[in-house]
């Protein structure tokens, strides 16, 4: 494994980390074993970076990260997110009528002891405001995550989905380490603007969904898809732009084959190839997804390369959009 540098704090995390959420939340049948098979793989492959959030299966994952995450505590810089409630005490997806988003101070002192208490540890490595929410101003929000840096129950602060103008406001009230935002070959919203304002400031992106989850890899059939699988959700997934984005991951699974690597490592191979400040957090609950994806950081990408990837691209302009109507509401603000 290969490491990159988490903002200015010296943390040398893994240059892949491990996208945690599928093994509990999401993406249909779920496998305790094989999940905590993949936990110590992660290990094993040098992978240290491992995320979760509070909303997934609400509190389930970080219970299931617990079990290997305590007796490797030393091996592990774990991140985790605040801010989605469930009305009715049912985890859903973001955009679900009972889902909804609470960034004030309170929750957020609530939310941190009952993470702490299912994780099993002390400290939490990086924790983020899991979007922005427009009711409470970020100033204010930050200044609360900045009392628990403090307090020695998180060490740095993250914030996700956040805009530019919610970047440089909370950075100047604590130091920001680390923005996480979708981005991938497929979603590139935040080149410009964003992307430009964590650079100036000296904040590590963490891409999640890299792979445009698991769109890229030339794997899916969207009938095979689990009932209570939430790309069930997702316009991408759609009849209108499936067509589409099932010929781009077909020619771009050839382009990988040129190459001689998977779609997923070629795919990934691009968002390392983009910065030496990104980190992408590919999320998978299986060993030989997570063993392939690991293989992307010995991936060597010329100019040419990238061109062509970015030419493929360009010709399957009908992607989608990344979010339902709903959830998009909830980001970059």
């Known amino acids: 494994m290969k490491y990159r540098n988490l903002s200015n704090t010296g943390e040398n995390l893994s240059a892949i980390g491990l996208g945690c959420m599928g093994m509990s939340f999401a993406y249909g049948p779920t496998d305790e074993t094989e999940s905590i098979a993949t ?11 491992w995320d979760t959030a509070d909303m997934y299966a609400n509190g ?15 091996k592990v810089f774990i991140a985790t997110k605040f801010g989605f409630r469930f009305k009715n005490g049912i985890a859903g997806p973001s955009a679900a009528s009972g889902t909804y988003f609470d960034g004030s101070p309170e929750w957020m002192k609530t939310a941190v002891e009952k993470s702490l208490q299912r994780l ?10 899991h979007r922005i929410d427009p009711n409470v101003p970020v100033e204010e ?3 609360a995550m900045a009392d628990l840096v403090k307090e020695g129950k998180v060490r740095y602060l993250g914030l ?5 103008a919610s970047i440089r406001k909370a950075h100047a009230v604590h130091p920001i380490a680390a923005l996480q935002s979708e981005y991938s070959l497929m979603t590139r919203n935040i080149e410009g603007d964003i992307l430009d304002t964590v650079r100036e400031l000296g904040i590590t992106l963490v891409p999640y969904s890299p792979l445009a989850r698991g769109l ?4 899916l059939d969207v009938n095979q898809l689990a009932d209570d699988d939430f790309r069930r959700t997702l316009p991408r ?13 077909s020619a771009f699974a050839d382009l990988a084959a040129d190459k001689g690597v998977t779609p997923a490592q070629l795919a990934l191979a691009w968002v390392l190839a983009q910065g030496d400040d990104i980190i992408p957090i590919p999320g998978t609950k299986k060993r030989k997804y997570l063993e392939e994806n690991a293989g992307a950081v010995d991936v060597s990408l010329s ?4 061109s062509a990837i970015d030419e493929l691209v360009a010709r399957y302009p009908n992607t989608g959009e990344r979010y339902s109507e709903g959830a998009m509401k909830l980001v970059n603000h």
């Open 60 to 74: 389930q994952n970080e219970e299931l990260i617990s079990k290997v995450l305590v007796p490797n505590r030393d």
């Open 237 to 249: 997934y759609s009849s209108e732009n499936w067509e589409n984005n099932q010929s781009l991951a």
């Open 39 to 49: 936990l110590h793989k992660a290990l094993d492959l040098g992978i240290n970076f």
């Open 141 to 143: 929000m930050v200044g």
């Open 216 to 219: 890229v890899t030339n794997t």
């Open 303 to 306: 100019d040419a390369d990238l």
């Open 160 to 164: 996700s989905e956040a805009s530019a």
């Open 120 to 129: 099993k540890i002390d400290t939490i490595d990086l924790y983020y405001a």
